[in-house]
C-alpha cells in the first residue's frame, strides 16, 4: 500500500493514485477545472502540517475516507460491477470476513443504483429502493449485531461515501422525494444476493 | 424493464434471533405453503429528514424487538408508509456554505453532511481533533439542522394531512381491512401527523379495537394512542414554545454520556428514531417496546370488511374514484381468464368484485405451491360500464415486501367484458437450483 502523503490544496478533493504517483489531475465539481496536487512530504512532523497538509495526512491514515470526487454522477467504476472503485476498495480493505464483504458489495451496489436512477420513473425507483432494503436486511443477516463492527454503521458510512459530492446527494435526495407516499414490506428469508 | 424478485419457497416457521448474533428469519422449506398468513401488521411511519436506510433500519428495529407473533400465536409483518420532507436540498446548500468556511478546508466533503446528521460520529469526530476551529462551525450547522426540523415540523402541525393524503397508503390501508388484518401504527416525529389520519382511516374501515397506534416524539396534542417522549428531545421542547405538546415520558441521559444506538451513533438532538428511542442501551426503549406490544396484543379482529379477500402469494387491487363499474381480468398461466363471470381459476381467485363505484376489487394468487403456477399472469381492466373518464388505482403487492408497484388508468368509452387496457403482466417463475420462487413484473 501506499503509505506517502498527498497534499492537497486547499479545499479540493484529492487522493494518492494506486501505482504511487506523486501528483495528479482532478477535475473540480462546479468549475471542471483542474487543480495539480503537489508531492507529498513524507515523515514531516504533523505540528509543521498546514491544515491542508493535516487532512491529506488523515487521508493516508485512513482516519478519513479518500474518495472519488469526480464531477460525473456514476464515477469511477472500471470493472463495471456496479460499486464505485473507491468504494469498492475500502469494503475490500475493511471487511474480511467473504460473507460480510459481499453484503457490504451488496449494499454498495444498491445505493450506487439510487444515484443512478431516473427520479421521474417510478419503476426503477422502486426496484432501486427494493434493492436497497434487501441489502439493509441482508447485513442484518450477515453482521453479528453484538461483535465487531455493527450492519447500521457498515451501512452508513457506505451511504455516506456514495453521497459524498454535491451532485450525488442532490441526486439521492431527489430520489427521496420520489418515494414520498409510497409503502413497503419487510423481505423474509435470506436477502443476500 | 424486468424486475427480478426472489421469495423463499416457503416460510412458515421463523426463527427469530437478535441478542448476540445476526438476524435471521429462515423457512420450513418443506411446507406447500408459500407464505406467512398474517392478521397483525406493524406499520411505521417516519420522521423528519429520514433516509431510505435509516426508514428500512426502523422498520427492522421494531420487528427484531417485538417478534413475529403475538402473544396469541397471530403471525405479524411490518410495513412501512414513507413520507418524504422537504427541505432536504436546502440542508444541501446551507452544508455547502458551511463547508467552504476556514478558507474551504473541507470544501466538496458532501460525505460529512449525512454522518453529520446524527451528531458527532468518527469522521466529525477526526477533524474536530485536528481541527478545532470547526467546532464552531459544526455546532452552526447543527443548530440549522435543528431548526430546519423545527420549521419542516412546525408546517406540518400548522396544516396537518386532514385525511390520507397519499393514495398508495389510502390503498394500502384498503387492502389491509379487505384481507381482515388488524394494524399497530408506530408513527415517529412528523410521521404522527400522517398517523392520525391513517388512524382515522382506518378505523372507518375495520372498526375501533383494530386499530392502535402508538406516537413517538409527537409535537401535536391530538394523539390517539399511548404516546413516548423524551425529556430531552430538543426538537419537541423547541416546538413546546410555539404550540401545546404532549408531556414528556421518559428521562435520557444528558449528550455526552448518552450511548451510541442502533446506528453506533448520537444524536444531540435527542430525537432520532434509531439513536434514541430504539435505543435498547436507554431505557426509554423498553417503554416504547412495552407500549407497542400492550398495543398489538390488545387489538381485536376488523368488525368491518372481514375476512372478505385473502392474502396471496401475489395480489392485485383495484380501486377508482367515482361511480360506475370496472373490472379486473386476470389471465393466468394455464390460459384462464379469471373475471366476475368466472371468479375460480387456476392458480388464483378474484375475491372481491364491485359492481357500483370505487371498488374495490382484489385478486389473489395461491400461496399453495401445487395451485401456484410458473408463467406470466397478464392484469387487464375494462370499464364495463358508467366509468368513461375515472381513473383506476392498481396495486401489486407481494405477501412479504408489500407494494411492488402502483400504476393508474383513466378509463375511455365502455367495452362490456372485453379489457381495455393491460396493467401488469405477473410472471411467476421457480429457480431450478435453489427452488426459490421468484417473482417479476412489466
Redesign the interface.
Known amino acids: 500500500m501506499n503509505k506517502t502523503f498527498c497534499l492537497m490544496l486547499a479545499m479540493l478533493l484529492a487522493g494518492c493514485d494506486s501505482g504511487g504517483n506523486t501528483g495528479f489531475t482532478y477535475p473540480t465539481e462546479d468549475s471542471q477545472e483542474s487543480i495539480q496536487t503537489e508531492s507529498p512530504l513524507p515523515n514531516q512532523p504533523s505540528q509543521d502540517l498546514s491544515p491542508a497538509e493535516k487532512l491529506a495526512a488523515l487521508e493516508a491514515e485512513k482516519k478519513l475516507p479518500k474518495l472519488d470526487r469526480n464531477y460525473e454522477l456514476a464515477g469511477v467504476d472500471e470493472d463495471n460491477n456496479g460499486i464505485r472503485d473507491d468504494i469498492d476498495a475500502y469494503i475490500q480493505e475493511n471487511y474480511s470476513d467473504p460473507k460480510q464483504r459481499a453484503a457490504a458489495a451488496q449494499f454498495a451496489r444498491s445505493m450506487q443504483s439510487i444515484i443512478l436512477a431516473d427520479p421521474e420513473d417510478m419503476d426503477q425507483v422502486r426496484a432501486a429502493r427494493r434493492a436497497s432494503t434487501r441489502a439493509t436486511y441482508c447485513l442484518y443477516r450477515t453482521f453479528d449485531l453484538k461483535i465487531g463492527v455493527q450492519p447500521g454503521n457498515v451501512s452508513s458510512t457506505i451511504e455516506a461515501m456514495t453521497t459524498n459530492t454535491k451532485q450525488r446527494i442532490k441526486a439521492y435526495f431527489r430520489f427521496h422525494k420520489s418515494l414520498d407516499g409510497t409503502s413497503w414490506g419487510s423481505p423474509e428469508g435470506d436477502t443476500c444476493e | ?1 424486468n ?1 427480478l ?4 419457497s416457503a ?1 412458515l416457521v ?1 426463527l427469530f434471533t ?10 420450513d422449506v418443506s411446507s406447500d405453503n408459500l407464505c ?1 398468513n398474517s392478521k397483525v401488521v406493524v ?1 411505521f411511519m417516519n420522521g423528519v429528514f429520514t ?3 435509516n426508514a ?2 426502523s ?2 428495529a421494531l ?1 427484531m424487538a417485538n417478534g413475529l407473533t403475538t402473544e396469541s400465536g397471530k403471525e405479524i ?8 420532507t422537504n427541505g ?2 436546502d ?2 446548500e446551507v452544508f ?1 456554505q458551511r463547508l467552504a468556511e ?14 453529520s446528521l446524527n451528531g458527532k ?3 466529525w469526530e ?2 474536530l481533533e ?2 478545532s476551529f470547526y467546532e464552531g462551525t459544526h455546532h452552526v450547522w447543527l443548530d440549522f439542522y435543528k431548526t430546519e426540523m423545527i420549521h419542516r415540523y412546525a408546517s406540518l402541525i400548522a396544516n396537518p394531512p386532514l385525511d390520507v ?5 389510502r390503498v ?1 390501508i384498503d387492502n389491509w381491512a379487505l384481507e381482515g388484518m388488524s394494524v399497530m401504527l408506530v408513527a415517529h416525529s412528523q410521521g404522527n401527523l400522517f398517523a392520525n389520519a391513517a388512524y382515522n382511516y382506518a378505523v372507518s374501515q375495520i372498526g375501533t379495537g383494530a386499530v392502535k397506534v402508538v406516537h413517538v416524539a409527537p409535537a401535536s396534542v391530538i394523539t390517539n394512542g399511548e404516546h413516548v417522549l423524551a425529556d430531552k428531545d430538543l426538537v419537541i421542547k423547541a416546538l413546546s414554545l410555539t404550540g401545546a405538546v404532549p408531556p414528556h415520558t421518559d428521562t435520557i441521559p444528558p449528550y455526552l454520556l448518552r450511548p451510541g444506538g ?4 448520537t444524536d444531540v438532538l435527542g430525537h432520532d428514531f ?1 439513536e434514541i428511542y430504539m435505543n435498547e442501551a436507554l431505557d426509554i426503549s423498553s417503554a416504547l417496546v412495552e407500549k407497542i406490544q400492550a398495543g398489538i396484543n390488545a387489538l381485536k379482529e376488523p368488525d368491518m370488511n372481514q375476512g372478505m379477500a385473502s392474502s396471496g402469494f401475489f395480489t392485485i387491487t383495484l380501486t377508482w374514484d367515482g361511480e360506475g363499474d370496472v373490472d379486473l381480468h386476470a389471465y393466468e398461466p394455464s390460459g384462464k381468464q379469471v373475471y366476475y363471470a368466472d371468479k375460480k381459476g387456476d392458480s388464483g381467485f378474484l375475491d372481491v368484485d364491485n359492481t357500483s363505484a370505487y371498488g374495490p376489487e382484489h385478486y389473489y394468487a395461491s400461496c399453495n405451491k401445487n395451485e401456484l403456477r410458473e408463467g406470466e399472469y397478464a392484469i387487464k381492466l375494462a370499464n364495463y360500464e358508467r366509468a368513461q373518464g375515472r381513473t383506476a388505482t392498481v396495486q401489486l ?2 405477501w ?7 400504476r393508474y388508468h383513466t378509463f375511455g368509452a365502455a367495452t362490456g367484458s372485453t379489457p381495455s387496457a393491460s396493467i401488469f403482466n405477473v410472471v411467476v417463475s421457480k429457480d431450478a437450483e435453489t427452488q426459490e420462487y421468484k417473482l417479476s413484473y412489466q
Not at chain 2, 424478485?5 to 423463499?8: E, H, L, S
Not at chain 2, 442502533?262 to 451513533?265: G, H, M, P, V
Request: proline share 1%; aromatic share 16%; net charge negative.
Open positions: 424493464m424486475k424478485y426472489k421469495y423463499t416460510v421463523l437478535f441478542s448476540g448474533h445476526a438476524y435471521a428469519n429462515t423457512s406467512r406499520a433516509t431510505l436506510p428500512d433500519k422498520k427492522l420487528e409483518r411490518y410495513e412501512l408508509l414513507y413520507n418524504y432536504f436540498e440542508l444541501v455547502e476556514h478558507g474551504g478546508l473541507l470544501a466538496g466533503r458532501f460525505e460529512l453532511l449525512l454522518e460520529s468518527a469522521w477526526k477533524i485536528s481541527f393524503n397519499y393514495n398508495e397508503h394500502r442502533f446506528n453506533d451513533q434509531l403487492a407481494s412479504d415486501e408489500g407494494v411492488l408497484s402502483t
